[in-house]
């Protein structure tokens, strides 16, 4: 088990930054992390993971160049750091845990993927 707990959101105008917490209570060497974000009336999308490590990362392209995720394995956390924020970018974004075995080159963007969830943190971009 582990619990995430993300942080970090708040309101922001176009072209801003932000950067986004995420807490977990363990971790594992082989856990990938991700950020996924859902806006009002649409699914739940990926936007972006990691191993722990940080050798390994993967995007969705519609944040790619703006975002960039990180991680202190040191203190079980996980950031999301957004620059160049777009009123498009406004969602409740969630952090995930996929604790599965996984290939060790394969980083999931699937929702199904992920095991644990946390309880998200709202982004709005003002245009």
């Known amino acids: 088990q582990v619990q995430l707990v993300e942080s970090g959101g708040g309101l922001v105008q176009a072209g801003g930054s932000l950067r986004l917490s995420c807490a977990a209570s363990a971790r594992t060497s082989n856990d990938i992390m991700g950020w996924f974000r859902q806006a009002p009336g649409k699914e739940r999308e990926f936007v972006a993971a990691i191993n722990w490590n940080g050798g390994r990362t993967k995007y969705a392209d519609s944040v790619k160049g703006r975002f960039t995720i990180s991680t202190v394995s040191t203190k079980n956390t996980m950031y999301l750091q957004m620059n160049s924020l777009k009123p498009e970018d406004t969602a409740v974004y969630y952090c995930?845990?996929?604790?599965?075995?996984?290939?060790?080159?394969?980083?999931?963007?699937?929702?199904?993927?992920?095991?644990?969830w946390g309880q998200g943190t709202q982004v709005t971009v003002s245009s």
């Open positions: 995930a845990a996929d604790r599965n075995y996984r290939p060790a080159s394969y980083i999931g963007s699937r929702v199904y993927e992920y095991d644990y």
